[in-house]
């Protein structure tokens, strides 16, 4: 036995030694069957074949190609292993189980065997769900607005699960709306004889409310349903304006959940409300939006909760399921659970009262001047443990790597306000918005070491630009519909934002009516389907996009049928990254980082660049980060692996020291977090690697081991 599984073993030891008697029944850090490896997601690993002093000389043990990729699509999936199996999600939603140990495939199954429509948008796929009684084994996914039951051993439906295998997540949603944008992007939580899932919904005023529901895995019958935009008379009605309340939308779990299994309960994080940037028919601190709800297992109920954005304008979602964490504060063991935010903060709460374990302090912040918008006058600040971030764009923070880009930053800078990370959303000029929209933290999630008590969270330090504008009280049919659903994307200027979102000047030349019609109606790539939009508001807006549309409503909107359609009255002009011409962040490196906190203590640890530019480090620049999209893992062996940059690698790093040991090039960048798991004594690591987020896109999952 190595040194350093023996040095693993004693803290192992140690660890339960002092664990108390009612929680020594510790999750089997072995395996990795559930999204972050344990429900705690823990996203820890106690397999240590491969370390610090091998770890060199791991290479591609196998390739498994789904063969689906598109332009524009991804794979942010995290596999599970079960018994052997690795079940896994293509950039297409097909899912599939291979040998674990030699990526053969074992069964693929499509979803739109029973959706239908090949051409349709179905959402991503970041996980699946696993549950057995028996020879009963099941997995579970997800497509569009569909829960689907397969059978684990062949990959067929689960007949008799719901409707022929699935269960229309658009239903049974305690709302008169079935009409709307859902998807179902995490994977849910199985606690005993229930699965526990959330949604991905609009972020416009067409949004369904985000309620959290749990299904019988048997059957797939509705068990309870926890309401996140509260109901007249349940708590938290009253942090809303009751005029408007019934057409809000979101607060709804789209980055997972946790679930601590011994005492059932699951630790549910929420996003914004809608509209995301202007509340003026949102007044108040607006419970349960942006919140971790503690909420009983069994029965729905809350247990307690804690808003991390009161009354949010800056589309601060928490943006990742939390970790359950163990801690030893004051000489005392504390369970806990630790959420990381896309502000830089992590919020650490006793697992069972919801307490702070180090003080929340609420300081004020700037108020907005938007005309109907009411700010919330404070926002929660953590005092522990230390931001993975810097927190504030200031002028020593803009950009000088050379003094083009440093002009090319300051130009963009024109009439945009920055210098606190809470600044308002304004018409009058754009703000700075940092850390941006991404995080921080972002849906890859952290990792925690249960052994050393560490915290190791990826952070993208890039900032973002918000700009306002005026809804105009008289526009036509089509411009309304666009603004509403489309220029939070491409701009109310329909110039976009690319790489992400294109423009939509010269549609015309490119679609006929029929053909964006249809693409309107499906979706494609990343662009979400808008079928919830009625035929003649398609066409209303198609004639916008077109120039060819004349009427003039005045200040009357209204929807097919009658119905009225809210809409702000400022909306925000598209998304926007603050780049250099050449795609360079504006802001002084680091761009990515991955930080290291002694969660017993609150201080940080180390920290490290995460991922460079090639083109960058030959001209003689230090490495500077890249923009990050999922997770790092933890292992007993001393490592911790991660992939999620642009530069198209992943690396393992010392957990102890935050050196790069290793690092490897993947067929496509590997925006999604790692899994790794041990087959006939043989340890691998597998990352998806689906590309996309302004890289090529790919279909390959790719395992490393070490060689026989």
Not at 154 to 165: A, H, L
Not at 617 to 627: A, I, L, V
Not at 638 to 649: N, P
Request: glycine share 10%; proline share 6%; net charge negative.
């Amino acid at each position: 036995m190595t040194l350093i599984r023996l040095l693993s073993l004693g803290l192992c030891l140690a660890f339960l030694a002092c664990s108390s008697k009612e929680d020594q029944s510790l999750p089997d850090y072995s395996k990795w069957m559930h999204f972050g490896g344990t429900n705690d997601a823990a996203r820890y690993s106690s397999i240590s074949q491969i370390n610090k002093e091998n770890v060199k000389n791991l290479e591609v043990a196998w390739t498994f190609n789904t063969g689906d990729a598109t332009e524009r699509s991804q794979i942010q999936t995290q596999p599970i292993v079960v018994d052997g199996i690795l079940y896994g999600v293509s950039p297409q939603l097909n899912v599939f189980a291979l040998r674990a140990d030699t990526g053969k495939p074992i069964w693929r199954f499509n979803p739109f065997q029973i959706l239908g429509g090949e051409n349709s948008w179905a959402g991503l796929n970041r996980g699946l769900s696993y549950w057995e009684d028996g020879e009963d084994k099941r997995i579970f996914s997800s497509a569009s607005n569909y829960l689907i039951a397969l059978d684990a051993t062949t990959g067929r439906p689960i007949e008799d699960f719901g409707e022929n295998g699935m269960v229309d997540l658009k239903k049974e949603l305690d709302t008169d709306m079935e009409d709307f944008l859902l998807v179902s992007n995490s994977p849910g939580v199985i606690y005993q004889d229930k699965i526990i899932i959330g949604m991905r919904l609009s972020e416009g005023l067409d949004a369904a409310p985000g309620h959290i529901r749990a299904y019988n895995v048997r059957t797939g019958k509705r068990e309870w349903i926890f309401h996140t935009i509260p109901q007249e008379g349940q708590f938290g009605y009253d942090t809303w304006d009751p005029n408007y309340i019934q057409y809000i939308g979101g607060a709804n779990n789209w980055a997972g959940m946790s679930l601590d299994e011994n005492r059932g309960i699951v630790y549910v994080p929420t996003g914004s409300a809608t509209y995301d940037f202007w509340g003026g028919y949102r007044h108040g601190a607006n419970l349960f939006a942006n919140s971790i709800i503690a909420l009983d297992a069994n029965t729905g109920e809350r247990i307690w909760h804690f808003q991390g954005v009161h009354h949010d304008m800056w589309d601060r979602d928490f943006p990742a399921n939390p970790n359950l964490i163990r801690i030893k504060k004051d000489g005392k063991w504390i369970d806990a659970v630790a959420q990381t935010s896309k502000q830089g903060y992590v919020f650490v709460f006793d697992r069972v009262t919801g307490e702070p374990i180090w003080p929340i302090e609420q300081i004020p912040v700037p108020q907005s001047t938007l005309p109907g918008e009411k700010s919330w006058p404070t926002q929660p600040h953590p005092t522990l443990p230390e931001p993975f971030m810097r927190m504030v764009y200031t002028e020593d923070e803009i950009l000088r790597l050379t003094p083009e880009w440093e002009a090319d930053i300051r130009s963009k800078l024109n009439n945009v306000k920055f210098g606190n990370m809470w600044l308002p959303p304004s018409h009058e000029h754009g703000i700075v918005l940092f850390p941006g929209m991404d995080g921080g933290a972002e849906w890859g999630g952290s990792s925690f070491d249960p052994f050393t008590q560490t915290l190791y969270i990826n952070a993208n330090e890039i900032p973002w630009v918000i700009r306002m504008g005026a809804n105009p009280k008289s526009t036509s049919l089509g411009q309304s519909i666009y603004a509403n659903y489309c220029a939070n994307c491409h701009g109310m200027d329909r110039k976009g934002n690319l790489p992400a979102f294109p423009s939509l000047a010269g549609l015309e030349k490119k679609y006929t009516e029929n053909s964006l019609d249809n693409l309107i109606k499906n979706g494609k790539g990343a662009m979400p389907a808008f079928s919830h939009i009625g035929e003649d508001e398609r066409k209303a807006m198609i004639a916008y996009l077109f120039g060819e549309e004349k009427e003039d409503l005045g200040e009357k909107k209204e929807l097919e049928g009658g119905k009225e359609m809210l809409t702000p009255q400022f909306y925000m002009q598209g998304y926007s990254r603050l780049l250099t011409e050449d795609g360079y962040p504006g802001i002084k490196p680091p761009w990515g980082t991955l930080t290291a906190i002694d969660m017993n203590t609150g201080k940080i640890k180390w920290q490290s660049v995460l991922g460079e530019f090639d083109e960058l480090t030959e001209k003689g620049f230090d490495p500077t980060g890249t923009e990050n999209y999922g997770g790092p893992v933890t292992t007993a062996g001393g490592l911790v692996f991660i992939a999620a940059t642009k530069d198209e690698k992943i690396r393992a790093f010392d957990k102890d020291t935050g050196k790069i040991l290793w690092e490897a090039k993947l067929p496509a960048a590997g925006h999604a977090t790692p899994a790794v798991y041990e087959v006939k004594g043989k340890q691998f690591l597998v990352i998806a690697c689906g590309g996309g987020k302004g890289t090529k896109s790919g279909d390959a999952y790719v395992a490393f081991a070490l060689p026989d």
